[in-house]
């Protein structure tokens, strides 16, 4: 995600807004159209025609043929010697990120290949002859993807197999901080598609980006995905179109007293380091039990976290955010050693990341936010186990509410407990949560770099973004046995045949009577 640097009331020109009428959202493209370049609007124009024409070609292809396009245009960027030089690019263009880790993204490439190989999306997708429904798998049509700065070449990648498995088109929006990463991607995959005699035109890419010009393509397609900041989500749900965005991450490790410790800090370290933390699931907070906390702290230092002084934590506040609160852009996705010069003091050059000690949750303490950089906050919590859940609950209140969190704990209750009440989309047991939540080999979670945050984060689902949500269904339903209890059983021990002279109810309506 990309931090905010105005106020989260406000959109994406800084006005407040709310959902647009119709008349409302054309008042606002005319606008943006008399905003943007000619150029641009050229542009725009000639990739939606030939999208258009793409979608024509794609959509008559069998499942043998969209899974081989599916294979090709993987292989062209996921190979290790192309994404290596993918990453690179995309390091030295943005400035964020980390070598080692981010070329692991090419193995969620992988999984996302094997999740669409897996599953029919051509023709009859599912049967359920019980119920007399056949199921068929229809393209979804153009996709606007707006891709992130942060995952210039992931995105995209993970998008196009998507999409190319539900027979669509798309046309990629990048961030122009890492523009020229997102076109090579591209490029690559579409040189892979004509390779195999399909159309280059099933994937495109905007090369004169900006804001307006995203907000015009996501009124433009069929279908928006989002990933990046909430005032660009927000401006995807006001577009007009079906979109699925991202809701603010703010992943906490919560421990009880069966936990692991040393595992558990070692799964710690591994998320927050993920990128430099610049994920929305890297661990931003950690709640431990009091009686557990030394050990935790000292846990944290021996897999290579630097503990800060309160001192070293007061100059790391000033340079994260600013005086009303809001995360600063200089400090997001840096090693620990450039976070730490930035705040005035120095660490080992061994050191993975930084810890502080947690000064609160609330709104007014800031080390409880999202930080999307190499530092986490650690927190004990007092009482029982239900307490300290409680004092969960009140953390994404702060922020993160719907997205992730995970639990470090032996004790099945415990879990049940954590499961039924933490109010997030995905909660991952003793695992790294940046490294499972989006899928991974040794977990069941679907494979995808976008996730969904449900209502608690503004979104439309809450589950990951995967091949079902790229496409159209069409249900085709032959009768049955009549499947109609009784009242009795349908009502329990309200139903009173007193209040029914005539007897049971019966249906009058054509179209329920039929037999």
Sequence with gaps: MVPRTTPPARDLDGETKSRPTERGNKVAQDKTRKEMTPEQIQELDDLFIRARAALTVIEAYDQARVDRLCQAVAWAVANTTTFHRLVEMGIEESGLGDYASRMNKRMKIRGVLRDALRQPSVGIIAEEPEKGLVKYGKPAGIIGCIVPTTNPDLTPAGNAIYAIKARDAVIFSPHPRSRQTTFETVRLMRQALEAEGAPADILQCITRPSLLVSQELMRRADLIIATGGQALVRQAYSSGKPAYGVGAGNATEFLDETADIKTTALNCMLSKTSDFGSGCSADGNVLVPRSKYPEMLDALAEVGGYRASEAERAALDKVMWDAEGHRLADTVAISPQKLAEAAGFSIP???????????????????????????????????????????????YEVGGKGHSCGIASNDDAHIDYFGRKMPVSRIMVNQPNSRANAGAFNNGMPMTSSMGCGTWGGNIISENVTLKHYMNTTWVSRKIPTDRPSDAELFGDFYDPALEPDGEAKPTDAAVTIN
Aim: proline share 2%; charged share 30%.
């Design 349 to 395: 050059e061994e050191a993975k990341f930084i810890f502080v000690e947690g000064d609160g949750i609330g709104n007014e303490h800031n080390f409880c936010k999202e930080k999307l950089t190499t530092l986490m906050a650690v927190h004990p919590y007092d009482g029982s186990f239900e307490d300290g859940v409680e004092l969960a609950l009140r953390l």
